[in-house]
Protein backbone atom coordinates (compact mmCIF):
# COMPACT_ATOMS: atom_id res chain seq x y z
CA UNK A 1 0.00 0.00 0.00
CA UNK A 2 1.65 3.23 -1.29
CA UNK A 3 -1.55 5.48 -0.43
CA UNK A 4 -4.70 5.54 1.84
CA UNK A 5 -6.82 8.06 -0.25
CA UNK A 6 -10.19 5.60 -0.08
CA UNK A 7 -11.67 3.38 1.72
CA UNK A 8 -13.30 1.68 -1.55
CA UNK A 9 -9.63 0.82 -2.15
CA UNK A 10 -9.26 -1.37 0.49
CA UNK A 11 -11.51 -4.96 0.64
CA UNK A 12 -12.44 -7.44 3.48
CA UNK A 13 -9.45 -9.10 3.55
CA UNK A 14 -7.28 -5.46 3.17
CA UNK A 15 -9.38 -3.79 6.25
CA UNK A 16 -8.94 -7.38 8.11
CA UNK A 17 -5.83 -6.78 8.09
CA UNK A 18 -5.31 -3.45 9.00
CA UNK A 19 -7.73 -4.02 12.05
CA UNK A 20 -5.71 -6.70 13.00
CA UNK A 21 -2.02 -4.50 12.80
CA UNK A 22 -4.33 -2.20 15.08
CA UNK A 23 -4.24 -4.94 17.52
CA UNK A 24 -0.15 -5.23 17.99
CA UNK A 25 -0.72 -1.35 18.23
CA UNK A 26 -3.21 -1.05 20.92
CA UNK A 27 -0.58 -3.59 22.79
CA UNK A 28 2.14 -1.30 22.18
CA UNK A 29 -0.12 1.88 24.05
CA UNK A 30 -1.06 -0.03 26.77
CA UNK A 31 2.80 -0.09 27.87
CA UNK A 32 4.34 2.05 30.60
CA UNK A 33 6.90 3.66 27.72
CA UNK A 34 3.78 3.59 24.69
CA UNK A 35 7.01 3.97 21.57
CA UNK A 36 8.83 1.54 19.24
CA UNK A 37 11.53 2.14 16.72
CA UNK A 38 9.09 0.92 14.06
CA UNK A 39 9.74 4.24 11.84
CA UNK A 40 12.94 5.80 13.19
CA UNK A 41 14.57 8.02 10.47
CA UNK A 42 11.05 8.56 9.29
CA UNK A 43 9.48 11.68 8.51
CA UNK A 44 5.35 12.56 8.84
CA UNK A 45 4.31 16.01 7.96
CA UNK A 46 0.57 16.78 9.11
CA UNK A 47 -0.76 19.20 6.71
CA UNK A 48 -4.10 20.10 7.68
CA UNK A 49 -5.95 23.52 5.67
CA UNK A 50 -9.22 22.48 7.63
CA UNK A 51 -9.65 22.48 11.44
CA UNK A 52 -9.36 19.26 13.79
CA UNK A 53 -8.87 18.18 16.84
CA UNK A 54 -9.09 14.73 16.94
CA UNK A 55 -7.90 13.52 13.72
CA UNK A 56 -4.36 15.76 13.83
CA UNK A 57 -3.10 15.30 17.04
CA UNK A 58 -3.92 11.09 16.91
CA UNK A 59 -1.93 11.13 13.96
CA UNK A 60 0.61 13.24 15.48
CA UNK A 61 0.86 11.22 18.65
CA UNK A 62 0.62 7.86 16.19
CA UNK A 63 4.10 9.11 14.27
CA UNK A 64 5.74 10.09 17.64
CA UNK A 65 4.72 6.53 19.24
CA UNK A 66 6.45 5.18 15.86
CA UNK A 67 9.53 6.83 16.32
CA UNK A 68 9.14 8.86 13.05
CA UNK A 69 9.72 12.43 12.74
CA UNK A 70 7.09 14.88 13.06
CA UNK A 71 6.32 18.28 11.23
CA UNK A 72 3.14 20.04 11.74
CA UNK A 73 2.52 22.43 9.01
CA UNK A 74 0.53 25.47 10.30
CA UNK A 75 -1.66 27.11 7.10
CA UNK A 76 -2.85 29.99 9.26
CA UNK A 77 0.98 31.44 9.61
CA UNK A 78 2.15 30.09 6.52
CA UNK A 79 2.90 31.31 2.97
CA UNK A 80 -0.53 30.31 1.41
CA UNK A 81 -1.41 32.95 3.12
CA UNK A 82 0.95 35.17 0.52
CA UNK A 83 -0.64 32.97 -2.33
CA UNK A 84 1.63 30.20 -2.62
CA UNK A 85 0.03 27.05 -4.34
CA UNK A 86 -1.09 24.00 -2.98
CA UNK A 87 1.49 22.19 -5.69
CA UNK A 88 4.77 24.54 -4.70
CA UNK A 89 3.68 23.79 -0.92
CA UNK A 90 3.99 20.37 -1.59
CA UNK A 91 6.97 20.00 -3.89
CA UNK A 92 8.49 22.65 -1.35
CA UNK A 93 8.14 20.68 2.01
CA UNK A 94 9.16 17.68 -0.09
CA UNK A 95 12.51 18.75 -0.94
CA UNK A 96 13.53 18.74 2.74
CA UNK A 97 12.98 15.01 2.93
CA UNK A 98 9.69 13.53 3.61
CA UNK A 99 8.11 10.05 3.46
CA UNK A 100 4.52 10.89 3.98
CA UNK A 101 1.94 13.57 4.48
CA UNK A 102 -1.29 13.62 6.21
CA UNK A 103 -3.96 15.59 4.29
CA UNK A 104 -7.30 17.40 5.21
CA UNK A 105 -8.59 19.80 2.64
CA UNK A 106 -11.77 20.89 2.22
CA UNK A 107 -11.51 19.80 -1.65
CA UNK A 108 -12.82 16.69 -2.40
CA UNK A 109 -9.90 14.73 -4.61
CA UNK A 110 -7.13 17.07 -3.23
CA UNK A 111 -5.49 14.20 -1.26
CA UNK A 112 -5.27 12.07 -5.07
CA UNK A 113 -3.58 15.35 -6.95
CA UNK A 114 -1.25 15.74 -4.55
CA UNK A 115 0.25 11.75 -5.14
CA UNK A 116 0.83 13.69 -8.48
CA UNK A 117 3.55 15.70 -7.15
CA UNK A 118 5.39 14.03 -4.50
CA UNK A 119 6.93 10.44 -4.24
CA UNK A 120 5.51 10.44 -0.73
CA UNK A 121 2.79 8.92 0.76
CA UNK A 122 -0.70 10.29 1.47
CA UNK A 123 -2.97 9.55 3.62
CA UNK A 124 -6.15 11.34 3.46
CA UNK A 125 -7.51 12.39 6.72
CA UNK A 126 -10.79 14.11 5.26
CA UNK A 127 -11.44 15.67 1.70
CA UNK A 128 -14.62 17.83 1.46
CA UNK A 129 -18.03 15.61 1.63
CA UNK A 130 -16.06 13.22 -0.18
CA UNK A 131 -13.88 10.53 2.13
CA UNK A 132 -11.73 9.88 5.57
CA UNK A 133 -10.58 6.59 5.83
CA UNK A 134 -9.02 6.50 9.09
CA UNK A 135 -12.07 7.73 10.78
CA UNK A 136 -13.82 4.68 9.18
CA UNK A 137 -10.95 2.05 10.24
CA UNK A 138 -11.25 3.09 13.87
CA UNK A 139 -14.93 2.67 13.47
CA UNK A 140 -14.73 -0.64 12.05
CA UNK A 141 -12.15 -1.59 14.98
CA UNK A 142 -14.10 0.08 17.83
CA UNK A 143 -17.44 -1.74 16.49
CA UNK A 144 -14.91 -4.93 16.76
CA UNK A 145 -13.92 -5.02 19.73
CA UNK A 146 -17.12 -3.24 21.53
CA UNK A 147 -19.22 -6.02 20.45
CA UNK A 148 -16.12 -8.84 20.67
CA UNK A 149 -16.64 -9.30 16.69
CA UNK A 150 -13.83 -11.62 15.51
CA UNK A 151 -14.39 -12.32 11.96
CA UNK A 152 -16.71 -10.45 10.03
CA UNK A 153 -19.58 -7.92 10.46
CA UNK A 154 -22.36 -9.97 8.97
CA UNK A 155 -25.66 -9.99 11.03
CA UNK A 156 -24.94 -6.63 12.25
CA UNK A 157 -27.71 -3.95 11.95
CA UNK A 158 -26.10 -0.05 11.94
CA UNK A 159 -28.28 2.83 11.58
CA UNK A 160 -26.22 5.87 10.75
CA UNK A 161 -28.16 8.82 11.22
CA UNK A 162 -27.83 12.29 10.67
CA UNK A 163 -26.67 14.66 7.85
CA UNK A 164 -25.50 12.28 5.35
CA UNK A 165 -25.28 14.61 2.34
CA UNK A 166 -22.56 16.53 3.72
CA UNK A 167 -20.53 13.52 5.55
CA UNK A 168 -17.66 12.10 4.38
CA UNK A 169 -17.49 10.26 7.61
CA UNK A 170 -21.07 8.68 6.75
CA UNK A 171 -19.26 8.03 2.76
CA UNK A 172 -16.70 6.02 4.27
CA UNK A 173 -18.48 4.27 6.76
CA UNK A 174 -21.04 2.72 4.69
CA UNK A 175 -18.67 1.51 2.49
CA UNK A 176 -16.12 -0.04 5.25
CA UNK A 177 -19.24 -1.50 7.02
CA UNK A 178 -20.99 -3.16 4.49
CA UNK A 179 -17.95 -4.41 2.74
CA UNK A 180 -17.36 -6.38 6.01
CA UNK A 181 -20.92 -7.55 5.59
CA UNK A 182 -23.13 -5.29 7.69
CA UNK A 183 -26.39 -4.08 7.73
CA UNK A 184 -26.78 -0.45 7.04
CA UNK A 185 -29.27 1.93 7.63
CA UNK A 186 -29.21 5.49 6.79
CA UNK A 187 -31.89 7.95 9.44
CA UNK A 188 -32.19 11.50 8.04
CA UNK A 189 -34.77 13.62 6.66
CA UNK A 190 -35.02 13.96 3.05
CA UNK A 191 -33.33 16.73 2.90
CA UNK A 192 -29.75 15.52 4.38
CA UNK A 193 -29.99 12.85 1.99
CA UNK A 194 -27.96 12.88 -0.91
CA UNK A 195 -29.58 12.75 -4.41
CA UNK A 196 -27.04 9.43 -5.28
CA UNK A 197 -28.23 7.91 -2.24
CA UNK A 198 -30.25 5.14 -4.12
CA UNK A 199 -27.46 3.55 -5.63
CA UNK A 200 -25.32 3.33 -2.06
CA UNK A 201 -25.60 -0.20 -0.73
CA UNK A 202 -27.82 1.00 1.69
CA UNK A 203 -31.22 1.06 3.27
CA UNK A 204 -33.27 3.83 3.75
CA UNK A 205 -35.35 5.42 6.74
CA UNK A 206 -36.96 8.39 7.94
CA UNK A 207 -38.17 7.36 11.29
CA UNK A 208 -36.12 6.64 13.85
CA UNK A 209 -38.28 5.38 16.55
CA UNK A 210 -39.09 2.65 14.04
CA UNK A 211 -35.49 1.52 14.25
CA UNK A 212 -34.02 2.16 17.34
CA UNK A 213 -34.97 -0.82 19.48
CA UNK A 214 -33.61 -3.33 16.62
CA UNK A 215 -30.35 -2.05 16.36
CA UNK A 216 -26.74 -3.04 17.24
CA UNK A 217 -24.88 0.19 16.34
CA UNK A 218 -26.42 4.16 16.44
CA UNK A 219 -24.05 5.88 14.51
CA UNK A 220 -24.77 9.22 15.02
CA UNK A 221 -23.51 11.92 12.71
CA UNK A 222 -22.90 15.93 13.86
CA UNK A 223 -25.07 18.04 11.64
CA UNK A 224 -22.49 20.39 10.12
CA UNK A 225 -23.96 23.72 9.82
CA UNK A 226 -20.70 24.76 8.11
CA UNK A 227 -21.22 22.99 5.06
CA UNK A 228 -24.42 24.12 4.26
CA UNK A 229 -25.53 26.82 2.01
CA UNK A 230 -29.29 26.41 2.84
CA UNK A 231 -31.99 25.89 6.35
CA UNK A 232 -32.33 22.17 5.56
CA UNK A 233 -34.29 21.55 8.78
CA UNK A 234 -36.80 23.61 9.87
CA UNK A 235 -35.17 23.94 13.61
CA UNK A 236 -32.84 22.23 15.57
CA UNK A 237 -35.28 21.49 18.09
CA UNK A 238 -37.45 19.78 15.42
CA UNK A 239 -34.27 17.76 14.01
CA UNK A 240 -33.72 16.28 17.77
CA UNK A 241 -37.33 15.70 18.20
CA UNK A 242 -37.37 13.61 15.28
CA UNK A 243 -33.51 12.09 14.85
CA UNK A 244 -31.56 13.45 18.07
CA UNK A 245 -30.50 10.50 20.80
CA UNK A 246 -32.99 11.95 23.81
CA UNK A 247 -33.07 9.99 26.95
CA UNK A 248 -36.58 8.03 25.75
CA UNK A 249 -34.83 6.92 22.67
CA UNK A 250 -31.67 6.06 24.74
CA UNK A 251 -34.00 4.04 26.83
CA UNK A 252 -34.89 1.64 24.15
CA UNK A 253 -31.39 0.77 22.71
CA UNK A 254 -30.69 -2.95 23.51
CA UNK A 255 -28.66 -3.89 26.06
CA UNK A 256 -25.86 -4.40 23.88
CA UNK A 257 -26.30 -1.63 21.41
CA UNK A 258 -23.27 0.92 20.94
CA UNK A 259 -23.59 4.54 20.51
CA UNK A 260 -20.41 6.04 18.44
CA UNK A 261 -19.91 9.50 17.19
CA UNK A 262 -16.89 10.77 15.18
CA UNK A 263 -16.77 14.23 16.78
CA UNK A 264 -17.07 17.05 17.30
CA UNK A 265 -21.08 16.37 18.65
CA UNK A 266 -23.45 18.91 19.17
CA UNK A 267 -24.41 18.25 22.59
CA UNK A 268 -28.33 18.81 22.88
CA UNK A 269 -28.67 18.49 19.23
CA UNK A 270 -28.18 15.62 17.60
CA UNK A 271 -26.78 14.09 21.29
CA UNK A 272 -29.22 14.46 23.44
CA UNK A 273 -28.32 12.84 26.25
CA UNK A 274 -25.15 12.94 28.18
CA UNK A 275 -22.59 9.82 26.67
CA UNK A 276 -21.18 9.51 29.62
CA UNK A 277 -24.45 7.85 31.33
CA UNK A 278 -24.78 5.76 28.53
CA UNK A 279 -23.41 2.29 29.06
CA UNK A 280 -22.95 1.13 25.58
CA UNK A 281 -21.16 4.94 24.52
CA UNK A 282 -17.75 4.32 22.40
CA UNK A 283 -17.38 7.92 21.97
CA UNK A 284 -14.02 7.78 23.68
CA UNK A 285 -12.90 4.56 22.77
CA UNK A 286 -13.23 5.89 19.04
CA UNK A 287 -10.96 8.52 20.12
CA UNK A 288 -8.26 6.21 21.72
CA UNK A 289 -8.88 3.86 18.91
CA UNK A 290 -7.83 6.35 16.38
CA UNK A 291 -4.22 6.41 17.25
CA UNK A 292 -3.80 2.64 17.19
CA UNK A 293 -5.80 2.47 13.62
CA UNK A 294 -3.55 5.89 12.71
CA UNK A 295 -0.21 3.88 13.70
CA UNK A 296 -1.36 0.60 12.20
CA UNK A 297 -1.96 2.70 8.46
CA UNK A 298 1.80 4.52 9.36
CA UNK A 299 3.36 1.49 9.78
CA UNK A 300 1.60 0.14 6.33
CA UNK A 301 2.78 2.22 4.54
CA UNK A 302 6.14 3.25 5.97
CA UNK A 303 7.14 0.16 7.61
CA UNK A 304 8.01 -3.67 6.70
CA UNK A 305 7.37 -6.93 7.58
CA UNK A 306 10.73 -7.15 9.62
CA UNK A 307 9.97 -4.45 11.30
CA UNK A 308 6.41 -5.38 12.31
CA UNK A 309 8.71 -8.66 14.12
CA UNK A 310 10.52 -5.92 15.87
CA UNK A 311 7.34 -4.46 17.52
CA UNK A 312 5.76 -7.85 17.70
CA UNK A 313 9.06 -8.62 20.41
CA UNK A 314 8.77 -5.38 21.87
CA UNK A 315 5.19 -6.36 22.66
CA UNK A 316 6.05 -9.65 24.33
CA UNK A 317 9.44 -8.72 25.87
CA UNK A 318 8.32 -5.65 27.30
CA UNK A 319 4.60 -5.55 28.38
CA UNK A 320 4.08 -5.01 31.88
N1 LIG B 1 -13.76 12.96 13.55
C1 LIG B 1 -12.93 13.95 13.14
O1 LIG B 1 -12.43 13.94 12.02
O2 LIG B 1 -12.68 14.90 14.07
P1 LIG B 1 -11.73 16.18 13.85
O3 LIG B 1 -12.40 17.05 12.80
O4 LIG B 1 -11.63 16.84 15.19
O5 LIG B 1 -10.41 15.69 13.33
Redo the contacts with the bound molecule.
Keep these: MKHLLDIGDLDAVAIGHLLDLTDHMVEVNQRPMPKVPALRGKTVVNLFFED ?5 TSFDTAARRLSADVMNFAVSSSSVNKGESLRDTIETITAMGVDAFVVRHASSGAPLQITQWTEASIVNA ?1 DGWHQ ?1 PT ?1 ALLDCYTIRTGLHRTGGFDGLHIAIVGDITHSRVARSDVQAFTTLGARVTLVAPPTLLPPEVHTWPVEVSHDLDALVGEIDVLYLLRMQRERMRDALVPSLREYTTLYGLTTARAARLQPHALVMH ?3 MNRGVEMAVDPAELPGSMVLHQVTNGVAVRMAVLFELLGSGTELATVRDATTTTAP
Design positions: STRTRGHQPGP
